[in-house]
């Protein structure tokens, strides 16, 4: 039905190539409706079914905002689960493979703090995690959340029926003002609204029902 091209978009030639290799030769319709504003800087609410193509879709803008040079927190993006944080952070180096040495670290629960604080040390661009853990970190001051351009909501319904809300609110609270925030969501009650309205600057609704 949708059959736009990532070529479209004005994204670097890199990650147009990159996107060719992987296979994604048009845009899935929920890509189509939010690319266009999210890779404008705007905030977006996104709300469409598992497996349209979500990831790409959040992927795509915070990769396009980094800056590989410098080696700090640029985007953080919030999953429900690890098994979620860990595809998410997959995807995003399937995605992020066209510029060198970008870094993305997964900060999960059930594995030792000792090594993600090493890999924080280390520098990373773009940390991909569970709102528990992520707030451990922010306690023990092991993670700067100062430098982040992109805040990703993934799953937000998720989250919150998953009791996450308190956490998701002092993360959210550790970015800068000044951000991107995007909110990704299958359904959208009213918690999930005024989560929304809460964090979010004008933000733009997409809403996509069918998967391709
Ligand atoms: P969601 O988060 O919406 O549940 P995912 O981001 O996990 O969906 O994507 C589902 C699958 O679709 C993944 O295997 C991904 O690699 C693939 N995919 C995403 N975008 C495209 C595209 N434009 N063309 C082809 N495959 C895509
Ligand atoms: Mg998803």
Redesign the pocket.
């Known amino acids: 039905m949708n059959k736009a091209k990532?070529s479209s978009l004005s994204l670097p030639q890199n990650l147009l190539s990159n996107?060719d290799s992987?296979?994604?030769?048009?845009?899935?319709p929920?890509?189509a409706e939010s690319l266009p504003a999210i890779l404008d800087g705007r905030d977006v609410i996104a709300q469409?079914?598992?497996?349209?193509?979500?990831?790409?879709?959040f992927?795509l803008g915070l990769i396009n905002s980094l800056n590989p040079r410098w080696f700090g927190v640029q985007a953080l993006v919030l999953c429900p689960t690890r098994e979620l944080a860990d595809?998410?952070a997959q995807?995003i180096r399937?995605l992020a493979r066209a510029i060198d040495n970008i870094k993305v670290i997964t900060l999960c629960g059930g594995t030792p703090m000792a090594p993600q604080r090493a890999s924080l040390e280390h520098g990373a661009h773009i940390v991909v995690g569970t709102p528990g853990r992520l707030q451990d970190h922010l306690f023990r001051e092991s993670l700067n959340l100062s430098g982040v351009k992109t805040l990703v909501l993934?799953?937000a319904d998720r989250m919150v029926d998953m009791g996450f809300i308190e956490e998701i609110v002092g993360i959210v609270r550790a970015c800068p003002r000044q951000r991107q925030t995007l909110m990704?969501s299958a359904t959208y009650p009213d918690n999930i609204r005024k989560l929304a309205e809460q964090f979010m600057k004008n933000p733009q609704q997409v809403k996509v029902e069918s998967l391709h």
């Open positions: 990532f996107l992987l296979g994604y030769h048009s845009m899935t929920i890509q469409a079914k598992t497996g349209s193509g979500k990831t790409a879709a992927a595809q998410v995807e399937r993934d799953e990704f």
